[in-house]
Nanobody, 118 residues
Framework: QVQLAESGGGLVQPGGSLRLSCAAS????????MGWYRQAPGKERELVAS???????NYVDSVKGRFAISRDNAKNTVYLQMNSLQPEDTAVYYC????????????WGQGTQVTVSS
């Protein structure tokens, strides 16, 4: 099993920046993909960005050019650098890690609130 611990959310003004961190522990050898999702009030949870163990990265169109996902393998941590934040980015952000094949699993973090407001 893999446990995830998120940090870095908060309140920021439009145009500002935040960096989210997600530290993985436990059976980290089984991780295939780590990613960030978000859920705004009244909306479905959506993928924001993901990164695989072989470095394949995906972003939702609305954050391309503003957000950047990266990973530090030595620290078993994934980061989401969020720049040029807008009110529509306000949501609870969740870290997710999953593995495929015989080590299949799916773990979620507890979520961290990001609020963009003046």
């Amino acid at each position: 099993q893999v446990q995830l611990a998120e940090s870095g959310g908060g309140l920021v003004q439009p145009g500002g920046s935040l960096r989210l961190s997600c530290a993985a522990s436990g059976s980290i050898f089984s991780i295939t993909v780590m990613g960030w999702y978000r859920q705004a009030p009244g909306k479905e949870r959506e993928l924001v960005a993901s990164i695989s163990t072989d470095g394949v990265i995906n972003y939702v169109d609305s954050v391309k050019g503003r957000f950047a996902i990266s990973r530090d393998n030595a620290k078993n941590t994934v980061y989401l650098q969020m720049n040029s934040l807008q009110p529509e980015d306000t949501a609870v952000y969740y870290c997710r890690a999953y593995g495929l094949g015989i080590n299949r699993f799916d773990s979620w973090g507890q979520g961290t609130q990001v609020t963009v407001s003046s």
